[in-house]
């Protein structure tokens, strides 16, 4: 059950495109099509953002996308805006567990 | 509407216990999959437990034998039923849905409450 591995950081102007990995193993990440991605900002609850490794739930804009190859999911946000500016969390399930990725501050430069 | 909102948070002493409580409205608790995830001061999200719409629960090993998850169908609640309290285990604790039998993802939350662990 250890946490999934992120960058710490990651930015970018507005407009441009930033993509965060999230590395874990053939128990977790590699084994299961449910990696999911959340958006936390300061004082606030997570919102789901990418379930199913692909999956955009209603509401969320197709500027997020999701893929994963082998150990490694990736979250890409295309056309940044300020309101993206936030810290993301990837998870994944894990036999009956689930275990997050150790979070990505994103800023908008 | 959906709607989650946890309470019970408190400051603790290290050995207590404390019980959490999450309210849930839009829809039942009873079959539904939900799980406690918690967050330590500006710390990254660490999932707890979870219990399944045919009643079986997991853990993460830092809190198995300590915590408790359970649902109240009456009340239509969800419970952590916290013991042996350490320091570490001080943090913002969620509750959160699966939305269905087959979800491995959390897709509402409630605001979370406090937990603090100290002497």
């Known amino acids: 059950q250890s946490a999934l591995t992120q960058p710490p950081s990651a930015s970018g102007s507005p407009g441009q495109s930033v993509t965060i990995s999230c590395t874990g193993s053939?128990?977790?990440?590699?084994?299961?099509?449910?990696v999911s991605w959340y958006q936390q900002h300061p004082g606030k609850a997570p919102k789901l953002m990418i379930y199913e490794v692909i999956r955009r739930p209603s509401g969320v804009p197709d500027r997020f996308s999701g893929s994963k190859s082998g150990n490694t999911a990736s979250l890409t946000v295309s056309g940044l805006q300020a309101e993206d500016e936030a810290d993301y969390y990837c998870?994944?399930?894990?036999?009956?567990?689930?275990?997050f990725g150790t979070g990505t501050k994103v800023t908008v430069l | 509407e959906v709607q989650l909102v946890e309470s019970g948070g408190n400051l603790v002493q290290p050995g207590g216990s404390l019980r959490l409580s999450c309210a849930v409205s839009?829809?039942?608790?009873?079959?539904?999959?939900m799980s406690w995830v918690r967050q330590a001061p500006g710390k990254g999200l660490e999932w707890v437990s979870v219990?399944?719409?045919?009643?079986?629960?997991y853990y993460v090993d830092s809190v198995k034998g300590r915590f408790t998850i359970s649902r109240d169908n009456s009340n239509n609640a969800l419970y952590l039923q916290m013991h042996s309290l350490r320091t570490e285990d001080t943090a913002v604790y969620f509750c959160?849905?699966?939305?269905?039998?087959?979800?491995?993802?959390?897709?509402?939350w409630g605001q979370g409450t406090l937990v603090t662990v100290s002497s």
């Open positions: 219990i399944y719409g045919g009643g079986a629960t």
């Open positions: 959160a849905r699966l939305p269905y039998s087959a979800a491995a993802h959390f897709d509402r």
């Open positions: 053939s128990s977790d990440v590699g084994g299961y099509n449910y």
């Open positions: 839009g829809f039942t608790v009873s079959t539904s999959y």
């Open positions: 998870s994944s399930y894990a036999d009956n567990s689930y275990v």
